[in-house]
């Protein structure tokens, strides 16, 4: 149980943690920063909130823990601007989908806190504070990134925290978490990007014929284009190296239909429905 | 409403099929033939089933509608079986994924009958008897493809059938039919099925960490691989097309990754994000 948890910004995750932290009485006060006015006025008539704050060095005074919950580029300058504010070793992590860079950028700023980087694996096409919901990250995965200098309470801490709002916690090293999402995050997005990008060419009254199969193959291509741009720009050597890897794949897909090699085709398929059963 | 219709192959769509004309009351008398003794068994069991025959020939005497409802590459030997025993020009219709092959297979067969292709563009990743739905075609498309002789009277009724279970319906040309669906739905299997087996050889804790994005982004592949085979193989060069495609706008969505190029990158986001909010 914390005392006091700052979450600074609230659109979909940061949202949705407050809430799960609420609703699981995990904390007795909720800080929140956000950088549109409109926005804090929203969050303060909110359960989930219990003060709001204009800078994000106000919200950050008093907390045991920060939580930083916006788009992959604003992070890092985030931290830079609030670490001079902390007279503890105040914990802070965030919910950003790509670590290297992140875990980077924080541990080239001075400051009287101790950052661990988070990636809670849940989310939606559907982005802002309207779309939150408590289990947002119930049953999903989380990675922690913890450096060779992070303390083990915190890590310890940090793991239950996870694992309050209903998360299976696992830890591994920046560089291995950005290859590891870049193959099973960021490449499905970029295709489903890709066959939308390609489909918008055709015929308008072929998406009247679409099937659920195509709804579902595509739906992350939905998502806010920004924070997708930050995420795949932030992981881009990692991304390039797995859409080199699926284009040899796909060309080794086509040969057997090229060649009418039914045996092949067949064992692809197979492969594909192996991998697909395991999830 | 109908008195007597014909179901040839008792999987998913055949039962879901007759449980929707059952539960519709579009047709009194429902007859089924299946390849296995066991399926027959379990059909007579149910309300949906009036009848089970153990040869095709006889499952069509005396009815006003047959559909085909089996795997594509038997659709068009079960119409050669079939053809013979037809004594007035009976309306005979299938379900197949495919069109161009079987619509030009059952042109070449002789007998008192009137075949015109339907592709009802329902379905699931899970297939047979016990995963049928009387609301499988419900809202879904379905595309005619009748060739130039079809009997102007004998579409229109085939049309009035689907939307009898509810679909949406559309006709065009066998060619043009499978143009569409490589790209629709064939090509989003393919890459579905490809993504899947190029993960296939990475590390197995990986799979521990997907989100609901992969998820959704690969569910069609785990279809039968048998039926799949046979889809992609009867619309070969389709979707041969439709790949070459795909790979060259692929190599266009890495091309602004590779360059730095920003403004690129949030271009084809953009495109994929317009495409996908239309479906």
Known sequence: MFHQISIIGSGLLG???ALALKSRRLCQRVHVWSRKPETRAKALLADWCDATFEHATEACKGSELVVICTPVETIVPI???????FDKETLITDVGSTKKTICQGASGIK?????IGSHPMAGSEKTGMSHARADLFQGAACILTPDE???????TQLHQFWEGVGMQVVTTTPQKHDEIVAHISHLPHLLATCLCSYLLEKEVGWQQLAGGGLRDTTRVASGDPDLWKQILEHNREDVLRAVNGFQIELQALKTPLLNKDSAGLMARLERGKRFRDQL
Not at 111 to 115: A, E, P, R, T
Not at 149 to 155: G, W
Request: hydrophobic share 40%; proline share 5%.
């Open 149 to 155: 200098d992070a303390h083990d309470a915190q890590i």
């Open 79 to 85: 931290l830079k601007e609030i670490a001079p504010s």
């Open 15 to 17: 949202t949705s943690l």
């Open 111 to 115: 400051g009287d806190f101790n950052f």
